[in-house]
């Protein structure tokens, strides 16, 4: 027995030892991994010459913060390139007085999504200061969507690739209905809700489009496109009426009727582009060089790493917090990608206890959700509110959960293709009755009350238990009614009347009272600094998600993007990825009562 004791003894030692020799190992190999990418990118520093130009890569994805990505989406590049909405502006800003930069190329080689467009449209902003200090901004692409042409149609030449061509055949939405497929396979969905227009469940218990939903998607729509009409003819000089009559004539428009109807300058291939862009940079090239494609430039990403005297440079110890509220509402810690309300509550009370922070923006970005985290996010912001001025800054989307939580600002700033309201609310209700008959699966269950298994899901609701749930969610409404009404200083019935679920412009909510000023984030941070009497003694400071050892050394592997390269997805899997984003709103479904305050659609403007 003691001799047994001694080796089980000798044998955990070993056991402990080596462990920590492994941790040591690995913690040490790390070490060495981070020091490696560290002298890298120490030695990789990016650099700038004279006369250079600043290239602008439209297939960027633009995102109000950094994504956390995962090892395995590294790998295999399922992630696309992404930079912040603060990167790009910031980039653009230093180049307007950096001497170094001559002009700003926004290239179109490789398409992209780039942003929604009330982000775009405070890009188009930054540029237009760019191009008031005398610098040139050249656009060049091959296949011009209607979003990458809003934002280059700001530029002061675009060249078109003499086999690309240009879409221009107004705004559409399609939206996936899976009620049919849902009754196929047997699961059940009952929805109960509060407000006429609440359209997020369609898809799960409708195979078309309600009356309401499509008189909301239409009035909005044409909202967006009378904006994106409005922007291109003031920047092409061209009559709004034409511009009509080209989206429904002409539709995709190759490159020579583009050129002659002046939606583009000039067709040329890039090679002919970067001659135009080597007279700007003065390069004295070789014939070869000539020929080629190259011409002096650093690209926007390596650029915002530059740091560059700004005559208007703030050092000061009084901050204005920026602080990112974006994607779905859930309850807890929540996941990348989602408003955690556990998460954003306790970043918020460090902001409202920091003495240095002056002023709070919250730049939401997000369709809503859980109406109960919606609400614990949204008492913490009042609770800063007391003491700090809070501002909120919409972004391409703040509606229904996005909109209570902007109830705690003083000031809300949005742009007029900002997709806001939808202050409504809806209950989910699945059950499994028929999948489960089918395989053979039964439930059994022991109550002490008559709605004891009100949270069942093995089978459908009785008439009793949709009214208990109907009386709850429609506490909720009143409730998000009265929040409203509150805050925006207008009567309950005149919150009723635009309320019903129903989403709205950002122009059309301003004309509604329910935004303050139409602008972006720039505009919304200048106002806080001013609501907090600052004067000029402030900085910015932006707050996030602190990435966690593992997302900061894989933010510093270039995987993702070598990936890429190598495999750029295919057209079925990008297909196959946008069927998967729109169904992904059912994994922010965690409101633990099943109530929600979310947009009522997945909108996707194509």
């Keep these: 027995m003691l001799q047994f004791l001694r080796q089980t003894l000798a044998s955990l030692l070993g056991t402990i030892i080596a462990l920590l020799i492994a941790t040591s190992v690995g913690v040490g190999a790390i070490a060495v991994v981070l020091a490696a990418v560290a002298t890298q990118q120490e030695g990789n520093a990016p650099s700038i010459d004279d006369k250079t130009v600043l290239v602008f890569d439209l297939s960027l994805q633009i995102s109000d913060t950094e994504p956390l990505i995962g090892f395995a989406d590294n790998l295999v590049g399922d992630n696309p390139d992404i930079v912040t909405l603060r990167q790009v502006l910031d980039a653009i800003e ?273 369709p809503g959700g859980s109406a109960i985290a919606s609400e614990m996010i949204l008492r913490e912001l009042k609770l800063v509110g007391e003491d700090k001025p809070v501002v909120v800054s919409m972004g391409d989307v703040a509606a229904s959960g996005g909109y209570w939580i902007a109830t705690a600002a003083s000031q809300i700033f949005a742009e007029t293709n900002t997709i806001t309201g939808s202050i409504g609310v809806f209950g989910l209700l699945p059950n499994f009755a028929g999948l489960a008959s089918e395989n053979g699966i039964t439930w059994d269950s022991v109550e002490t009350a008559a709605l004891a298994d009100l949270d069942t899901a093995s089978r459908p609701k009785t008439a009793a238990e949709l009214a208990v749930i109907q009386r709850f969610v429609n506490r909720i409404y009143d409730l998000f009614l009265t929040k409203v009404a509150e805050a925006r200083s207008l009567s309950r019935q005149e919150v009723a009347e635009i309320a019903q679920g129903r989403v709205w412009s950002g122009e059309d909510a301003q004309r509604l009272n329910l935004v303050d000023e139409i602008g972006g984030l720039t505009a919304a941070i200048a106002y806080a600094a001013e609501a907090a009497e600052l004067g000029d003694d402030w900085e910015i400071q932006d707050y996030e998600d602190e990435p966690t050892l593992e ?51 997945e909108l996707r403007i194509e």
């Design 94 to 366: 230093k180049a307007t007085w950096d001497d170094r930069i001559v002009a700003i190329l926004l290239d179109g080689s490789f398409g992209g999504e780039l942003a929604g467009f009330a982000s775009l449209t405070e890009v188009r902003a930054a540029l237009a200061k760019f191009r008031e200090t005398g610098k040139e901004i050249i656009a060049y692409d091959v296949d011009l969507s209607e979003r990458e042409y809003y934002l280059t149609s700001i530029a002061d030449r675009i060249f078109l690739n003499p086999i690309g061509a240009v879409e221009f055949n107004g705004f559409r939405s399609e939206q996936v209905f899976l009620a049919g497929a849902l009754d196929k396979f047997g699961v059940g969905v009952q929805v109960v809700r509060a407000g006429d227009y609440k359209a997020a469940v369609e898809p799960l218990v409708r195979q078309d489009l309600s009356p309401e939903n499509r008189q909301q998607l239409n009035d909005l729509l044409s909202d967006l496109w009378q904006e994106f009409l409005r922007t291109v003819s003031d920047s092409r000089d061209l009559a709004v009426d034409d511009l009509q009559g080209i989206a429904d004539t002409q539709g995709l428009l190759l490159p020579a009727a583009a050129e002659t109807l002046q939606l583009v300058d000039r067709l040329a291939y890039f090679d002919e582009v970067a001659a135009e862009l080597r007279e700007l940079t003065e390069e004295e090239a070789d014939e070869a060089e000539a020929e080629s494609d190259r011409f002096r430039h650093i690209d926007l990403a390596a650029y915002s790493e530059i740091a560059v005297e700004n005559p208007e440079q703030r050092d000061s110890d009084n901050k204005i917090a920026v602080l990112y509220a974006e994607g779905a509402i859930v309850s807890g810690e929540g996941a990348p990608g989602q408003i955690g309300s556990d998460r954003f509550v306790s970043q918020v009370r460090r902001l409202r206890r920091d003495q240095d922070v002056k002023a709070i923006v919250v730049r939401i970005n997000s």
């Design 551 to 601: 997302e900061r050394l894989l933010r510093s592997l270039p995987l993702a993007a070598w990936a890429r390269a190598q495999h750029p997805p295919d057209p079925l899997a990008q297909q196959a990825n946008r069927l998967r984003r729109e169904l992904d709103f059912v994994r922010h479904l965690s409101d633990p009562r099943g109530v929600y305050t979310y947009l009522p659609f």
